[in-house]
């Protein structure tokens, strides 16, 4: 299965265009954006629907610049997959499971919440053999934390990855961080950042 999964477009619909014609290109089974797909609420247009043009699947979660509620609409309009909270099993048998907002902004969560939320996702799909978490914010005790002053990593992501042990977490959220890849136990972590990963699972 091959995924292209970017965050951080902060309503910005030329980088909406570039990612789904890089969708189109690479042939990707699904989208998934991890969040701050508006910038602060502005304007939703044009973010989503290019993806859909291209006759991709999109999963999505809100980031810190967006509310629940925005991101529930953007899935509904667009017949996307809203993952905060909840878990999607593909037909190849993997998991993805995911929670949005962060610590910090207009979805604010506390750890605890953010946990449970993957948790409640997780329960779903713990019996696949393949699982991938998707978040915002990124973990602490993360070389990601180390790009920033400013947004501390989630203890309870990080609590996620040590006991749901998924394959993959894919996140955004600190843009000085884009690119970056490390592992924690097995999981591999990624900044997916607003220029996009491919990811082959």
Sequence with gaps: MKILAAGDLHGDTR????LAQKAEKEN??????CGDITYAEQSTEGL?????????KVILIPGNHETLATADFLAELYGAKNLHGYSIKTKDKI???????????????????I????????ENIKDLTKKIMVTHVHPAESKMEKFTQFFPGSTGV???IKQFK??????????????IEEKIGNTK???????GKIIEV
Aim: proline share 3%; aromatic share 8%.
């Design 95 to 113: 998991g993805i499971f995911g929670c949005g907002g962060a610590n910090i902004g207009l979805s604010q969560l506390t750890e605890d919440e």
């Design 15 to 18: 980088v909406a265009q570039k």
């Design 28 to 33: 990707v089974d699904y989208v998934i954006l």
């Design 166 to 179: 998924p394959d993959f977490l894919l996140c955004s959220h600190v843009h000085e961080a884009e690119g």
């Design 48 to 56: 989503i629907g290019p993806f859909i043009a291209k006759g991709k």
């Design 189 to 195: 972590v990624i900044n997916v950042g607003k220029k």
């Design 115 to 122: 946990f449970e939320k993957l948790k409640k996702g997780f």
């Design 158 to 160: 990080t609590k996620a």
